[in-house]
C-alpha cells in the first residue's frame, strides 16, 4: 500500500510517497515558490537523479497536478499510474480542541478545520487548500488530516490555561494548544521502544529543537505540558521566534518604533529569535562557524538558546514523577553535538550525565548518557512524514 504525505505551506508544498509494506520512502520532493515569480519544483525518486523543473505554477492545484505527473513520470517518476495512490496523509497544523486524534476527511471535518481558521490564519488556509486541490484532482482516494496539535489535547487545564481572565478562554478559546505534536508523538513512540518500555507508561521530556523548537513533558506516552502555546511563537528562543517574552514589552516597543499589531507580530515571528540576538542568520550552522571565529553576538545567542532549552527541561522535569529519558531530535537536536553538550552541562544537577565520545554523532538513534547518568540522554531523528503516513494507514485499513 502506498501512501502520499502532503504538507502544504503558503507558498511551499512538500511532499513524500511511502511503500507502507515496509515503511520505504519512493519519492520525495518539495514545491517552492507557489504563486510567485521562479517558482519550481525538486522531485527525487529514490535510486534516480533528482530532477528540478522551473515554470510557472499559479496556486496549489497547478502544484499538485505537477506533483502527480513527476510521480507518475515515465522517465523519473515511481508509480505506473495514480490508482497506485492508496491514500494521501495531509500534514494539518491546528485542530483546535476539535480533534484529540487524526481523521478521515469528509466535509465536517473539512467545516471544523475551517472553523479554526480563525485561530490559525497563517498555517490552516495553506493547509485547506493543499486538501481542496487533492479532493478534486484524486475525487476517489481516501484523504486523512494529522494535526500538529493533536497529541498534545491530553495536556490538562493547569498546563494549557493562561494566566488570564477566564472568559477569553471560554468565549475565544484562547489557551495553550501546543505544536510538533508528530514529531513528540513519533519520538515518544521510538524512545518507548529504544528504552524497552510499554509506550503507554513511558515518561519523558522531548526537545524538538529545528528553526521551530518546542519542548514536552511525556507523562504515560502523552503530552502532560508542552513549550508552545496559542500558536508556535511561545517558548524556546527559536531560529527567527522571540519565545517567551514579558508581555508589557510589545506595546512600549510598538510605540517607541510607531508598529502596528501585524508588523509587531511579524518582528516576533520573523526577526527575532537567535537572528535577532546574533544578527548572523537564523541558521544554527552559520552561528556556530561565527561563535568559533570570536563574534561575541554569534555566541551570546547560542547560550540563550541553551539556556532556555536547559530551563524548560528543569521545569518539566518537576512536572513528571519519574522520567525515562531525555530525547534531543530535528535539525539541531540531531546534528548539532555542541548544542547537545552546551544543553546537557546544565542537567548535572537532575543526575543526568553526557558521554562526550558517544555524543560525536549525527542524525541516528542513539544513547548518548554515561552508565552512571540517573536519566538516559537519547537521540532520536524525527520522521514527521512517516508518522503521518501511519496514522493515515491505521484510518484506511
Ligand atoms: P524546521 O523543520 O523547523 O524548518 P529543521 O528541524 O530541519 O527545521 O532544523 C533546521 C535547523 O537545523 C537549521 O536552522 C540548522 O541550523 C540546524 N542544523 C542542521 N544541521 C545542523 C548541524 N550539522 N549543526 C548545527 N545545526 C544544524
Known sequence: MKILVINCGSSSLKYQLIDMNDESLLAKGLVERIGIEGARIKHETIGKEKKVIETGIEDHKKALSLVMDSLTNKEYGTIDSLDE????????????ESFAESVIIDEEVMKAIEENVEIAPLHNPPNIMGIRACQKLLPNVKQVVVFDTAFHQSMPPVSYIY?????????????????????HQYVTNRAAEILNIDPNKVNLVTCHLG????ITAVENGKSKDTSMGFTPLEGLVMGTRSGDLDPAILSFIMGKEHLNPEEMTNILNKNSGVLGISGVSSDFRDIEGEAEKGNGRASLALDIFAQRVQKYIGAYL??????????????VGENSPEMREKICQGLKIFGAEIDKEANKVRGEDKIISTDNSKIKLIIIPTNEELMIARETLKLVK
Open 211 to 214: 528553526n521551530g523548537s518546542s
Open 85 to 96: 495512490i492508496s491514500a494521501i496523509g495531509h500534514r494539518v497544523v491546528h485542530g483546535g
Open 318 to 331: 518537576t512536572e513528571l514523577d519519574h522520567v525515562d529519558g531525555i530525547v534531543f531530535t530535528a535539525g
Open 163 to 183: 494566566g488570564l481572565p477566564y472568559e477569553y478562554y471560554e468565549k475565544y478559546k484562547v489557551r495553550r494548544y501546543g505544536f510538533h505534536g508528530t514529531s
